[in-house]
């Protein structure tokens, strides 16, 4: 018998990162602001959350991150001088990010890890389900992974994770979940998890990707929770005792995505990511694929 649960409504996204993978560009500039062909890989997020319904968005941020906050404001000057050149076009790109969504910030004081960034979010939250998004991981619009994430909770209540199959020798990489099957092909239920195991350690090489639709109960858990892995508070080990104790806070499921998914949060991703939607936008792609093809061309 299908259940009732509280609809889902608001997003929390985590930007407190130093990006030090990124320096020196990051030394002054969010990493999340990186541009990923000519948008911050932030508005990439915020669009996904508010395509699956979240329009109220809370921004974890930190040290030096204002111009997220300036990102998703209005620029008067700006939208000013470009609407007495008549550049309707380039107008509408700028107030598309200040319209998207109802945005929050709130500042985490100290790195303490995702699960303590997380838990800067409570009182905004409340007492009820949300969904986490990690400004690293960009799904591609065309696979809704987050509308299938609050769907399955939904349906089961409690936590979902999005979960993805990579190599075992990758698996140290990511949290790991250990997962028994469902009637449902993609939807997996989650008995136990562990952060960045060694392969040999591993349960499965069931990852999890940067997508979390949370119970309300995870922040309880979270206060209780010691650092763990890197001397951080892991949402990952909050998770684990979800799993194992469903009076807590329900059941955790995890969503197997085999969509499409650009990491940016690693060099080498990041600039595969900037080429592979540069070579689908319709205004850039035919140039940018004829290019591209003489090059590599050349170099072989």
């Known amino acids: 018998m299908t259940q009732s649960h509280p609809r889902i409504s608001k997003a929390v996204i985590p930007a407190a990162g130093l990006g030090t993978r990124f320096l020196p560009a990051t030394k002054a500039t969010p990493k999340e602001m990186l541009p990923v062909v000519d948008k911050p890989a932030i508005q990439y997020v915020v669009e996904e959350a508010v395509s699956a319904g979240l329009d109220d968005v809370l921004m974890v941020t930190g040290r030096n991150k204002r111009p997220l906050e300036d990102h998703f404001d209005r620029n008067y000057e700006l939208e000013s001088a470009l609407e007495k050149k008549g550049d309707a076009k380039r107008l509408a790109k700028v107030q598309e990010s200040s319209d998207l969504a109802t945005m929050h910030y709130v500042r985490q004081g100290d790195p303490r890890g995702l699960g303590h960034a997380v838990l800067c979010a409570a009182p905004h939250v409340g007492n009820e389900p949300f969904a986490v998004l990690l400004g690293d991981d960009l799904i591609d619009p065309r696979d809704p992974l987050l509308q299938r994430m609050i769907e399955v909770q939904e349906l ?145």
């Not at 209540?157 to 020798?169: R, Y």
């Not at 763990?228 to 684990?240: K, P, S």
């Open 156 to 300: 089961y209540g409690g936590s979902v994770v999005a979960l993805m199959e990579v190599a075992p020798e990758q698996i140290h990489l990511y949290g790991c979940a250990a997962v028994e099957t469902t009637p449902d092909r993609d939807v997996v239920k989650v008995s136990g998890l562990v952060e960045k195991p060694e392969p040999a350690d591993a349960p499965s090489n069931y990852a999890i990707i940067g997508r979390y639709v949370l119970d309300p109960a995870v922040f309880d858990v979270l206060r209780e929770t010691e650092p763990g892995r890197g001397g951080e508070i892991q949402l990952t080990d909050a998770l684990q005792l979800l799993a194992q104790d469903e009076k807590i806070g329900g059941p955790v499921h995890g969503v197997v995505f085999k969509g499409r998914r650009y990491d940016t949060g690693d060099r080498g991703d990041y600039l595969r990511a900037i080429v592979r939607l540069a070579c689908e936008r319709e205004d850039l792609g035919p140039d940018f694929r004829s290019w591209l093809r003489s090059y590599v061309t050349e170099e072989m």
